[in-house]
């Protein structure tokens, strides 16, 4: 396979209605480019990070009823699971493409991560690109420019990662559907590669 990059049709999955439908063309049109995702990327952060990474594509087994809102591969050094490590994903909304560095509420080492960030916190405020986005919940399309963020901002939410339970922390890009048709597979992969060289830094904190 080749990767082509995402299509207009891709997007439009997640405006399939039920379960069953949309699962179904998930795994026909979205599963097998991120497989190709996992692939190519698991190899290349191991380079990057210096320590075997490994590919989790979202199955979405649990789901019974709702059909999901969104969709992704992750990679962390562990091959049975992610969600308990610091971790990379890429993925797709309906409205947009993310590429995130991300700790989410599973991490036990929540706590540590959060006061190494906080240690580290003017380094962080310039090593991370005015167009890349923070976010609190993985659950929600809902992130803040970095450029808008002030350093007192920057220290809420390491502060959160480390005194609420639930608290979670994700930085990175998003890029807009219409943005993401246009990009071939070929640009989207040196996007990808870009975005993660960035959040190398982020990851080797912990």
């Not at 809102?69 to 797709?92: C, E, S």
């Not at 690109?129 to 399309?141: E, G, L, Y």
């Amino acid at each position: 396979m080749t990767f082509q990059g995402f299509t207009a049709a891709d997007f439009n999955v997640f405006k399939i209605d039920g379960l069953e439908p949309r699962m179904e063309a998930l795994q026909e049109r979205i599963r097998p480019k991120l497989t190709y995702l996992g692939e190519h990327f698991s190899q290349e952060l191991s380079i990057l990070v210096g320590d075997e990474m490994f590919a989790h594509v979202a199955k979405h087994a649990r789901r019974t009823i709702n059909p999901p809102n969104d969709t992704w591969v992750a990679f962390a050094a562990n091959k049975r699971g992610y969600k308990m490590l610091p971790h990379f994903q890429i993925g797709l909304w309906e409205t947009h493409l993310f590429i995130w560095y991300a700790v989410i509420y599973e991490a036990p080492s929540k706590a540590i991560i959060g006061e190494r960030l906080q240690e580290n916190i003017s380094e962080i405020r310039e090593m991370i690109p005015n167009n890349f986005v923070w976010a609190v919940d993985h659950m929600k399309p809902i992130s803040t420019p970095h450029q808008d963020l002030s350093e007192q901002d920057l220290h809420k939410m390491f502060e959160r990662l480390q005194t609420v339970k639930k608290a979670e922390l994700l930085c990175g890009i998003e890029i807009p559907r219409e943005d993401a048709v246009k990009m071939t597979g070929k640009e989207l992969l040196q996007t990808i590669h870009d975005v993660f060289t960035k959040l190398i830094p982020l990851y080797k904190l912990d």
